[in-house]
């Protein structure tokens, strides 16, 4: 029986790193159709969890509102499952999307390293607090799991593994390099160069003020990349629900 158990809990482990990296690499692969699944998954997820939350979060805010109408938690929960879906769509396609396959390859590491992360945390939430994986990975999860990826591309960055960026760089692509019409791909890897410039344009602002490591410390919360969180918060909290439902059935 303890081998067993031992045998299906190692046979779920590596399901779920399968996964997580299924997902990584189909992300890298097919960055279009992932935003697409992306925006799609987010959406009909957060149609039902959005309109379960408001039926509870209303009447604590409008005190009038003992029954929330299911009209009412319907629209409002609509709303946002359609605004969550196309922001997690759209920096799902703006992150993995680029002309460098050798930036993209980093960054879909650590895409895959934070969604592992996040997964192990709701499974440990699950298991010693009962917490739901699909509920609270959707709604708490994001911006943990995405300041995870701000500082990962920061450390590459300054590692020296992601390609640095200047002014001058940038400018220089914008004038001579791209086209008239430029494709999704140029204009991602043009925003991502910009992102890092803005990115050591605000840690070089606040050092002047601040101590460098307080500095960088707020350059990670502030940047861009944290939205990637609204992607990777997603997938963990669909493999983590995944997984307690396997435990739960062959355990």
Avoid at 114 to 125: E, P
Avoid at 144 to 161: D, N, R, T, Y
Avoid at 177 to 198: G, N, W
Avoid at 200 to 213: A, G, I, Q, T
């Amino acid at each position: 029986m303890i081998v067993t158990r031992i045998l299906v809990n190692a046979l779920i482990m590596a399901a779920e790193l399968a996964a997580v990296a299924g997902i990584a690499i189909f992300a890298f692969h097919h960055p279009f159709l992932f935003a697409g699944l992306t925006a799609t998954l987010s959406f009909l997820l957060g149609l039902r969890l959005e309109s379960a939350r408001l039926r509870y979060e209303l009447p604590f805010y409008f005190s009038g509102l003992i029954v929330p109408s299911w009209l009412l938690t319907g629209l409002v929960g609509l709303v946002e499952a359609v605004m969550k879906g196309v922001l997690a769509g759209i920096a799902a396609l703006f992150t993995f999307s680029g002309t460098n396959p050798d930036r993209l390859y980093w960054v879909a590491v650590v895409f895959a390293v934070c969604v592992y992360a996040g997964s192990s945390l709701l499974r440990f939430l699950s298991i010693r607090a009962r917490g739901l994986p699909l509920r609270w990975g959707y709604f708490r999860l994001a911006p943990l799991l995405g300041l995870m990826f701000s500082a990962g591309i920061v450390i590459l960055s300054a590692a020296a593994v992601l390609p640095a960026a200047s002014v001058k760089d940038i400018g220089w692509r914008i004038i001579f390099d791209m086209p008239s019409h430029p494709s999704v791909e140029q204009v991602s890897e043009l925003l991502f160069q910009i992102k890092l410039v803005f990115d050591d344009f605000v840690v070089s602002l606040l050092s002047s003020v601040l101590n460098p490591e307080v500095a960088q410390i707020i350059g990670v919360v502030v940047s861009v990349n944290v939205l990637s969180g609204f992607v990777s918060a997603l997938y963990a909290a669909l493999i983590a629900w995944a997984v307690r439902k396997s435990e739960t059935a062959l355990l």
